[in-house]
């Protein structure tokens, strides 16, 4: 068997907790591979919405185990209030079908400070966190100071936490930035208990055995493509690898392991936060792609910028990833257009390319190809073959730029509202 995987291929908030919630029926293990609380995917069904930030999307299917490898980052705190809402809503979180790598990392509550201090010392030169503590983390994993999951089991774990504690205390005192985090470490701390009580595994060991023994296993990635710490717009990126690469370092399984890789991108482009966005509207058109598309981040509440799709970026996604599945979110939010456009290269200091370059700046100058709109709702569609011919013609053009066949298509943010080709 191979371990199959679902990424996003722009920005982030592409759609990926829909997709991946469509998919589990077919799969027996969801694995998410990176990232942390910053992520947030949205499901909605049977008429309730629900956002998941640290839990795989697989959650809300009884047969199906889910795990946090060891890739990702996990808050505490945040992973059981995010248990406990779900609780609230009527879903019951089962200990045993949430499983959590011992490799991954813990977001300690000097993260968050850390974090928050250092973008505020950025002024101007912000780069949009989420103030999560992602970015610390990640630096304290790869300069091995950090603190893991298994160490809660180690009988050391007071010792070493005080350890990273005070190395952290010393750093935030030299931003001379005002904190306290006497009630939040509290929480973290008893949270710190709550999560000893769920399946603590080696993952990697979980996975590999679980594809011996013929289970079908779907990776679940966060953020997106273009925000990968060695592939994104740097230094306006993410602190992990969102590409494909990052399934085999984030769950432990060898490169030939890797079967279908679902890319998914939306109909349009959108970011949040600070970076480049070549083909980022100021006009009535980015308005409406924000307002009819509900542009507000899960996590981080702020309005998204939008674009129209950009095809140079999408090619470079998919060539980094090896996608060999295409899945188009959000058409419907491009209805009442008139006119949709697709941006096919770049001019940049007079020069003409279709090459993603090395760094992205404000001198790059979109060079556009315009397809008719469908100018209909699609809410009635529930099949490919009756869409309109101008989202055929849409499609067909997405196909053939890419080279790679695009197999599902949303026209809603509901799980039904899902187009299987």
């Not at 996608?323 to 697709?342: A, E, G, H, P, R």
């Not at 390319?353 to 009635?380: M, N, Q, R």
């Amino acid at each position: 068997m191979k371990v199959d995987v679902v990424l996003g291929l722009q920005w982030g908030d592409e759609g990926k907790g829909k997709v991946v919630d469509v998919l589990t029926p077919n799969y027996n293990v969801i694995a998410r591979f990176q990232g942390g609380p910053n992520a947030g995917h949205t499901l909605i069904f049977n008429g309730e919405k629900y956002v998941l930030h640290t839990i795989p999307s697989g959650i809300f299917r009884s047969e199906v185990s889910n795990i946090i490898g060891n890739g990702v980052v996990i808050d505490p705190l945040i992973l059981m209030d995010e248990i406990a809402k779900l609780r609230q809503s009527g879903k019951v979180i089962d200990a045993r079908n949430l499983k959590i790598a011992k490799k991954a990392h813990l977001i300690l509550p000097t993260h968050r400070v850390l974090d928050a201090a250092s973008e505020n010392a950025k002024g101007k030169a912000k780069i949009g966190s989420t103030l999560k503590g992602i970015g610390p983390t990640y630096m304290d994993k790869t300069g091995r100071n950090g603190l893991r999951v298994g160490d809660l089991l180690s009988g050391k774990f007071e010792e070493r936490y005080t350890a990273l504690k005070t190395k952290h205390l010393d750093m935030i005192a030299t931003y001379n930035f005002e904190f306290d985090i006497t009630e939040y470490e509290g929480k973290w701390l008893n949270a710190v208990e709550e999560l000893k009580k769920f399946d603590i595994i080696d993952s990697e060991h979980y996975v590999n055995d679980a594809l011996l023994a013929g289970q079908t296993i779907l990776a679940e990635g966060a953020q997106g493509s273009l925000l990968d710490i060695d592939f994104g717009t740097y230094p306006f990126v993410t602190s992990s690898n969102t590409v494909c690469a990052g399934v085999c370092t984030g769950l432990g399984v060898a490169p030939t392991s890797i079967g279908n890789v679902y890319g998914i991108f939306k109909a349009y482009c959108t970011r949040v936060g600070s970076g480049p966005f070549p083909t980022e509207l100021f006009d009535a058109d980015g308005d409406a792609m924000c307002d009819v598309g509900r542009e507000i981040g899960s996590t981080t509440g702020r309005r998204r910028r939008c674009g129209w799709l950009d095809m140079v970026a999408l090619k470079y996604s998919v060539m980094i990833n090896g996608v060999s599945k295409l899945i188009m979110m959000k058409c419907d939010v491009l209805n009442d257009f008139d006119t949709i456009k697709i941006a096919t290269g770049y001019k940049i200091g007079g020069v003409v390319t279709d090459k993603f370059p090395y760094e992205c700046s404000d001198d790059i100058e979109p060079i556009y190809t315009s397809l008719k709109g469908w100018k209909c709702d699609l809410a009635e569609c529930k099949t490919y073959e009756q869409f309109p011919s101008e989202l055929k013609d849409y499609i067909k053009y997405i196909e053939d730029a890419t080279g790679v066949p695009v197999s599902i298509v949303s026209i809603g943010p509901d799980r039904e509202e899902t187009i299987i080709r």
